[in-house]
């Protein structure tokens, strides 16, 4: 027998992955999809995808029961993946709109539509400045650290209320989600993408050859440049990545198993160090003649290169608390209930990382050159 499942966020990044692999395991799902910029929610699924079983629902978990008209509408599990992921303090309000708020009126929908099984994809990332999160039993008490943003925080109160709101669930939860293992693409993912951008960006300013030094000189590829950043500790600071076909493939099938309370940690076992990512971020790029210090240990005197300085500052301060050792997150639960023999996650290589970039980068300047167009 066919199992109905209901999908949220099934147009954003982790969403659209999990998607393909739920149709292959034989569910039927139906998407809920926001109308947005003039196109309905069947003419957004259908750029998707044209499984038969993947069917469109209008609606917005911002809403009152998702906006969801739920008459007829019989459904197994709800699977809950939508959530904003921003880490600006600007977009506070909206964050939390959409994912304590958002959380609150899916868990309403799931209870009108029978007391379906909820399972709610969350993060690891609840554990703030915690040292190690645990994968908590049913009524275990879930012990976190300092949330350090608005999105931190959002995802902890969505999962306590998942946890207290007595329908079957299960609370997955993924580290910072990268590209896939395959090619390295990376679509609709933000995050540690989001940082990238930012160095792209400096690349883009100091290549263009419309301006120049203290001396007179042109700025352009080969130009030495310095950027102070607050960051100490890049030697052991480290960030938990993992690849998204994996996140999908996993994710799908722990929703396939009945919801009994369990939690899973969809980390990685070896996460990446800070200095690592960021030099291979540069050299990808094209700015291994860029040098990233303390601001102690410069003076800078070219106003071009002061303005790069405040922009790259900018950008990454929205990083800046993630800019440490990474937390330790259990990960045992993935193997006791898929088995043993469950693939392990992607190792993070050099390689990969490259071509994820490079990938993503060739994307970013198709789209400048098409509004440019």
């Known amino acids: 027998m066919r199992k109905n499942v209901l999908l949220t966020g099934a147009t954003g990044a982790v969403g659209a992955a999990l998607l393909p692999e739920l149709l292959s395991l ?7 999809v926001r109308p947005k910029r003039g196109k309905g929610a069947a003419a957004r699924l259908a750029e998707m995808t044209s499984h038969p079983n993947a069917v469109a629902i209008a609606g917005d978990v911002t809403q009152p029961l998702c906006g969801v008209d ?32 958002g959380t609150l009126n899916a868990l309403a929908l799931a209870r009108v539509l029978g007391n379906c099984e909820f399972h709610h994809v969350g993060t690891t990332y609840i554990a703030g400045d915690a040292p190690t999160l645990a994968e908590q039993a049913p009524g275990q008490e879930l012990v976190v650290g300092r949330h350090r943003n608005a999105y931190e925080a959002s995802k902890f109160e969505a999962e306590c209320q998942v946890r207290n709101a007595g ?9 910072i989600v990268v590209g896939r293992s395959d090619d390295g693409s990376a679509p609709l993912l933000e995050g540690f993408y989001s940082c990238l951008k930012g160095a792209w960006k400096i690349r883009e300013t100091m290549w263009s050859g419309r301006y120049r030094d203290e001396n007179n000189v042109p700025i352009g590829k080969g130009t030495k440049a310095v950027i102070a950043v607050g960051v100490k500790g ?41 200095k690592h990512l960021v030099g291979t971020m540069f050299a990808t790029l094209g700015l291994s003649n860029v040098s990233i210090v303390e601001p ?16 790259i500052n900018r950008e990454i301060d929205q990083f ?22 469950w693939p392990k996650p992607p190792v993070i ?7 994820s970039i490079e990938r993503v980068v060739d994307g970013w300047h198709k789209e400048k050159d098409a509004q440019a167009a």
């Open 26 to 32: 034989g569910f039927v799902v139906y998407c809920l």
């Open 167 to 175: 329908l079957p669930f299960s609370v997955l939860r993924p580290a």
């Open 296 to 311: 102690a240990t410069i003076t800078i005197r070219s106003p071009v290169l002061m303005a790069l300085n405040r922009f």
């Open 70 to 101: 739920f008459k007829d509408l019989k459904i197994d599990k709800l699977i809950h993946a939508a959530a904003d992921t921003s880490l600006l303090d600007t977009n506070a309000g909206d964050v939390r709109d959409a994912n304590r708020d």
């Open 234 to 274: 890049l030697d052991i600071a480290s960030l938990n990545l993992i690849q998204l076909d994996w996140v999908a493939k996993t994710l799908a099938h722990l929703v396939a198993l009945p919801a009994r309370g369990r939690t899973y940690n969809l980390s990685h076992h070896d996460p990446v160090l800070l």
């Open 320 to 341: 800046r608390p993630y800019l440490k050792p990474s937390s330790v997150f259990e990960s045992n639960n993935i193997y006791a209930d898929l088995g043993p023999d």
């Open 349 to 355: 290589t050099t390689e990969f990382l490259k071509q």
